[in-house]
């Protein structure tokens, strides 16, 4: 398909453990974004990709957090030593460049048992 | 507070009628804004964005109202169906230096659509 596609959709995992999430974006799209949405929340900001630029990441609430993106295309979220507080449903979008319409992918549901 | 709120956090409207969400944002540096729908399940939908120097912007069945002055934004829906029933999220960007285009998302407003 043409949108952003993450994977898996779903993850339980048992507090302690590493979890990866996978963020393909749209081709040709320079700009990646990670974001995390609580249970009936809005969308919190984690990092930002933008070419080679160095990542914005601002928004990284912990150091168990960290992403990178390789070769300017997929995207790969990890966490540490998952917490209890980690479960969310985690969300990347990609644009054209930063300033256009972010366009998301459904989301990876994390449960942290 | 936050930097971008919804007015009302749920919207009950008969299909037919037309809909208003309001979202107000306390940052006058913002420069740019979008529009999300959010269906259970999936992740937001992009439907219209606008830009600072606007006030106006029509779509398909939707238009988006900015005000400066008073920093609100709405999103009005022409003939609401059933199938615009889900969770509308405003978001802004706030203008800043090098490549920073990060969005900052209000809570949401659920809309449900009675047939």
């Known amino acids: 398909g043409a949108g952003v596609s993450q994977s898996p959709s779903n993850k339980v995992t048992e507090k302690g453990k590493d979890v990866e999430l996978r963020c393909d974006p749209i081709s040709g799209h320079t700009a990646l974004y990670w974001y995390r949405q609580s249970l009936g929340q809005g969308l919190e900001f984690l990092i930002y990709?933008?070419?080679?630029?160095?990542?914005?990441k601002s928004g990284l609430p912990s150091d168990r957090f960290s992403a990178e993106r390789t070769g300017g295309s997929v995207s790969t979220l990890t966490i540490q030593r998952t917490q209890q507080e980690d479960s969310a449903v985690y969300l990347c979008?990609?644009?054209?460049?930063?300033?256009?319409?972010?366009?998301f992918g459904d989301g990876t549901r994390l449960s942290i048992l | 507070g936050e930097s971008v709120g919804l007015h009302l956090p749920t919207l009950s409207v008969q299909e037919g009628d037309n809909s208003i969400i309001n979202c107000a944002y306390s940052n006058s540096a913002s420069d740019y804004f979008i529009w999300y729908k959010q269906e259970s399940g999936k992740g937001p939908q992009f439907i219209i964005d606008i830009r600072s120097n606007m006030d106006k912007r029509q779509g398909q069945r939707v238009t988006v109202l900015l005000n400066k002055t008073v920093k609100h934004l709405s999103l009005q829906i022409a003939a609401t169906q059933p199938g615009d029933s889900a969770v509308y999220f405003c978001a802004e960007n706030i203008k800043g230096g090098g490549s920073n285009y990060k969005l900052t998302f209000g809570k949401g407003t659920l809309l449900t659509v009675n047939p």
């Open positions: 990709f933008q070419g080679n630029s160095a990542p914005d």
């Open positions: 979008a990609s644009s054209f460049y930063g300033g256009q319409p972010q366009h």
